[in-house]
């Protein structure tokens, strides 16, 4: 029982161990990429280990035989284990980076006992390196070991390592005679004390190198604390950025089914066939096409395009929207629905956002047609036997602009073949690479490509003429377009 | 789009060059919001305007209703192209177009 309970709780601090040496999924790739540079520095530590090894060899380098040798070697055969260790890991597990930490303590502690003074930077790469971590709490440990590691190292390299000339003590009236060769060779061989060398490598050695590594320390410390914050900041910018994107995807989709988009739309009126439209440049747009039955008898067609672009000119669309259809189902005339619709928007517009209107509505038992524009585009119109042609119509001011504007109406026939072609800015003022308008003449001259078309095609037409002129500049304002045929 | 401003004790002229459309005209916008105070008389010449998208326009608006409290405005240098788009949404008939 008791010892089940101690196994129980032994099992529980590994579980603790773990977790805290397993990063937050966020630092999971930096933490990769940190190992894989670790495995990098292994990699051109154990060349330099080679490189080391040949040149004594050849007895470039003057070090004394064989510990150098035996030191060497077994760095080396460390690095290569790390190196094998990280290749099978992939550099992607969370016992890694203790252990290549450590592994570097001691690979550079080795080189530190044999090379001593010589290479003093040696101590503070460890330290520099686990501040790629972005765990202050790491770089503290890397410190300490590397405190107690170089000490050792230190203790050691003073008797077996390359002799610091300069901290070489001998009692007074000491004489020396070298007879050639380096000094360091003739100081051990005049049999100065391991004692002195060990003392005075660590008081005047050690310890100003320890001194230096310690504010080395302090500043890994602090950049790997702000790069967490960092890379924490970042991480909470990706996520905001991600929702609102998909909030945007969400907000296009309301918005698109706002708009009557199932074609056919009226399967069972054969006295006229309609179809559109719509194609923001922004997730979200603020051009709206429209068209319902008020009765039986009376078709409203809309199309508006709202000042700017993005989530504010789509939440004014809604309101637009919405606005017009309500004063439109009340039964009223187009001016009067564009008069009360302009008054509502103008009670309430703190930021000035307007909207252009062209509101038509179709008699379908007469084809009498009436309209009133706010501020839009000219409307186009086939003749049965004619072509499309510009309306130019009389034009109010926008909607939401200026209070108390009253809008005109005016009547247009529509006989069985008859064609109505409405859109906004987006199709005239489609720019190309040379920065050249689409423009209404070519506009005109796509519906007249093939004015007898189904209004489905006839849309397909102009879109396809726009893509053409356009090419590959990107499309910069909404496309919307509507097309009514009249058949009776 | 470069905005040139040119002040002269309460005359303001204001001659914005390039596109004005939704990705400049809040810089118009910023830029008129900042410096009407105590102007009288504005003069927005458009001389040099390229392209006018419907949020310049809101801009224009705004700036008219601004000056229908403290002065006047009037625009200048109005293109074809341009004065079309006035025409279009019913703006020469609330702006002073010279």
Redesign the interface.
Known sequence: MKNNRMKDKERSRWKEFRDRLTPDPMFHETEVQTNRLGALMLLCSGVILVVILILTATGVFPLSGNLMYSTTIQAIVEILILLLICRITKNDAWWLKPLLLIGLVIVYARLDSMLTHKAAILMVIPVVFSSRYFSRRLTVFTSVLSTVVFAISAYWGATHGLINLNIVTFPEGTQMIATGGFLGDAIINAGASDRMLIFNTMLYDFLPRWMMFSIISIISCNIARRGRDMVVSQHEKDVKSARIESELNLASGIQADMLPNIFPAFPDRTEFDIYAAMDPAKEVGGDFYDFFLIDDDHLCMVMA??????VPAALFMMASKIILANNAMMGKSPAEILTDTNAAICSNNRE???V?VWLGILEISTGKLIAAN?????PVLKDPDGSFELVKDK????IG??DGVRYKEYELTMKPGSKLFLYT?GVP?ATNAR?EQFGAERMVDALNLDGDASPDQILKNVRRTVDDFVKDAEQ??DLTMLCLEYKK | MTIQKTKNGSELIIAPEGRL??MT?PELEAELKASLDGVTALTIDLTEL?YL???G??VL??AQ?TMNNQGEMKVTGVNETIMEIF?????S??LTIE
Do not use: C, P, Q, W
Request: no cysteine.
């Open positions: 395009d709202v000042s700017g672009k993005g000035e956002m307007f252009t706010a501020g839009h585009e000219y034009h109010g001011f926008v602009g200026m800015d003022e920065n910069f304002d | 459309d939704t005209a390229e998208s419907s949020a326009l809101r608006l705004s209703k025409e279009v949404t019913g703006f008939d609330i």
